[in-house]
Nanobody, 119 residues
Framework: QVQLVESGGGLVQAGGSLRLSCAAS????????MRWYRQAPGKQRDLVAA???????NYADFVKGRFTISRDNAKNTVYLQMNSLKPEDTAVYYC?????????????WGQGTQVTVSS
């Protein structure tokens, strides 16, 4: 089946930057919308950013002006450039994708990558 593998997480100081990547692999006919979510300890999983197959983007209010989502369709990969990081950005970041294959539509999740921002 389809696998989504995130990379790029780690420990960074407040004000620093990280770039997350999520690569999709498997039997895929097409990838539609791709998203980044995050989940902090004791909180629900929140949508951070989304990008459509045509490149249209949307961001949560708490990351506007700091984060940028992009994608490389040839590589089946979505990125999240995170700048001006704050301690409250600390969370597990998850990749999510809508995938069309074998005439059906599916939604997949990656395993998550930890982002820790220290003060």
């Amino acid at each position: 089946q389809v696998q989504l593998v995130e990379s790029g997480g780690g420990l960074v100081q407040a004000g620093g930057s990280l770039r997350l990547s999520c690569a999709a692999s498997g039997s895929i006919f097409s990838i539609n919308t791709m998203r980044w979510y995050r989940q902090a300890p004791g909180k629900q999983r929140d949508l951070v950013a989304a990008i459509t197959s045509g490149g249209s983007t949307n961001y949560a209010d708490f990351v506007k002006g700091r984060f940028t989502i992009s994608r490389d369709n040839a590589k089946n990969t979505v990125y999240l450039q995170m700048n001006s990081l704050k301690p409250e950005d600390t969370a597990v970041y998850y990749c999510n994708a809508d995938v069309s294959m074998e005439r059906f539509d599916y939604n997949y999740w990656g395993q998550g990558t930890q982002v820790t921002v220290s003060s």
